[in-house]
C-alpha cells in the first residue's frame, strides 16, 4: 500500500489544480506507483497468486484509464505517458 506522504506527492505532480485528486492523469499515475510496488513484491514472492490477480487487475484498470485519456485528450496523453515512462500502447 502507498504510503500517505508519497501519494500526496504524487497527485501533488500530477493534479490538474488545487483540490484535484480524481483526474484521470493522476489515477494513472497512482496505479503506475502501486504496480511498480507490486512488481518488485512479485519479483521476491513468485508463488503469491493473489496479489499476482490483483496486479494483473490493476494493470487493466489502468489501460483503460489511458485508453479514456488518449481518446479524449491526447496531449496529456502523451505528456502522462513521458513523464511515469510509460510505453505507449496502441
Known amino acids: ?11 501533488q505532480e ?4 488545487e483540490g484535484d485528486t480524481g ?5 494513472i499515475a ?4 502501486r504496480i511498480n ?6 519479483r521476491i514472492n513468485k508463488h503469491d497468486y493473489a496479489t499476482q490477480r490483483g496486479l494483473i487487475m490493476l494493470v ?7 485508453r479514456y485519456l488518449r481518446n479524449n485528450n491526447s496531449a496529456s496523453y502523451k505528456k ?3 513523464k511515469l515512462k510509460i ?4
Open 1 to 11: 500500500m502507498l504510503q500517505k506522504e508519497k501519494k500526496q506527492a504524487i497527485i
Open 14 to 17: 500530477f493534479q490538474a489544480h
Open 23 to 27: 483526474s484521470t492523469e493522476v489515477q
Open 30 to 33: 497512482v496505479l503506475t506507483e
Open 37 to 42: 510496488e507490486l512488481t518488485t513484491h512479485m
Open 60 to 66: 487493466g484498470q489502468r489501460r483503460r484509464l489511458l
Open 80 to 82: 502522462t505517458i513521458k
Open 87 to 90: 510505453r505507449e500502447s496502441n
